[in-house]
């Protein structure tokens, strides 16, 4: 078994043993699982749909951090916390489906059960690269470092290989693109407006295609982190 392999069987395990420890829940489209600073008293574990998890600066700009689906922790940093409160907020894209897991019962079962410990502890620091890559590119790169790396992250994400170019399979604004890149819409469409004259990209509807995602790792100094590591989940 190689180290993919693996990785993927101890997610499934970590998944597997959640969902034994918690509700499961049917959210709609337009709800949040938390907001930012409210009591938390529960994670959540999702079983389908999308969740965005955003945060809020002083100045009132929402900036995307996670776009979540299928498989994926929300609400783990409350975790081991005195008073716990959510840091950020978690809104359901589409009618989902989440297994919410009692904080308090679950701290318990990490300091009883090594193997849950120890997936779980494997999970988060898969998270946090994520997270510290992401910010990465936000702050090192630019504006423009930043939106190439997320049309890349999507691309790993989201994208579908056909004889014209990698789709983007979620339909996405200037502004939810400006959001995930902590920066202001006009900045965007101005940037995504040189990319298609490049033919670097074209968008349809919303949806992007990707046609020479090459460039955009050319450009971004990419270093070919794995999949699991760069993407927007």
């Given at each position: 078994?190689?180290?993919?392999?693996?990785?993927?069987?101890?997610?499934?395990?970590?998944?597997?043993?959640?969902?034994?420890?918690?509700?499961?829940?049917?959210?709609?489209?337009?709800?949040?699982?938390?907001?930012?600073?409210?009591?938390?008293?529960?994670?959540?574990?999702?079983?389908?749909?999308?969740?965005?998890?955003s945060k809020m600066n002083a100045e009132g700009q929402e900036l995307y951090l996670r776009l979540c689906s299928a498989n994926?922790?929300?609400?783990?940093?409350?975790?081991?916390?005195?008073?716990?409160?959510?840091?950020?907020?978690?809104?359901?894209?589409?009618?989902?489906?989440?297994?919410?897991?009692?904080?308090?019962?679950?701290?318990?079962?990490?300091?009883?059960?090594?193997?849950?410990?120890?997936?779980?502890?494997?999970?988060?620091?898969?998270?946090?690269?994520?997270?510290?890559?992401?910010?990465?590119?936000?702050?090192?790169?630019?504006?423009?470092?930043?939106?190439?790396?997320?049309?890349?992250?999507?691309?790993?994400?989201?994208?579908?290989?056909?004889?014209?170019?990698?789709?983007?399979?979620?339909?996405?604004?200037?502004?939810?693109?400006?959001?995930?890149?902590?920066?202001?819409?006009?900045?965007?469409?101005?940037?995504?407006?040189?990319?298609?004259?490049?033919?670097?990209?074209?968008?349809?509807?919303?949806?992007?295609?990707?046609?020479?995602?090459?460039?955009?790792?050319?450009?971004?100094?990419?270093?070919?982190?794995?999949?699991?590591?760069?993407?927007?989940?």
């Amino acid at each position: 078994m190689n180290k993919q392999q693996m990785e993927n069987q101890h997610t499934s395990e970590l998944i597997e043993l959640l969902q034994k420890a918690g509700r499961t829940i049917d959210v709609k489209k337009g709800a949040f699982l938390f907001r930012e600073g409210q009591s938390a008293s529960e994670m959540f574990l999702i079983l389908s749909g999308k969740i965005q998890i955003s945060k809020m600066n002083a100045e009132g700009q929402e900036l995307y951090l996670r776009l979540c689906s299928a498989n994926e922790i929300v609400g783990e940093l409350t975790l081991f916390t005195e008073d716990p409160k959510y840091i950020f907020n978690s809104k359901v894209l589409v009618d989902s489906t989440v297994v919410a897991i009692n904080l308090t019962s679950l701290e318990s079962a990490l300091f009883q059960n090594s193997q849950l410990a120890y997936l779980f502890l494997k999970w988060m620091n898969d998270h946090f690269r994520r997270t510290i890559t992401k910010f990465r590119d936000l702050v090192l790169f630019g504006k423009k470092g930043a939106l190439y790396s997320t049309l890349i992250r999507l691309s790993n994400s989201y994208g579908i290989e056909k004889e014209d170019g990698i789709h983007i399979s979620v339909a996405l604004t200037n502004q939810d693109l400006a959001n995930f890149c902590g920066t202001a819409r006009e900045i965007v469409s101005r940037l995504l407006a040189d990319l298609k004259k490049k033919r670097v990209i074209s968008i349809d509807q919303k949806m992007i295609i990707i046609h020479n995602i090459e460039y955009l790792r050319r450009e971004n100094d990419c270093e070919n982190c794995p999949i699991s590591i760069c993407n927007i989940d």
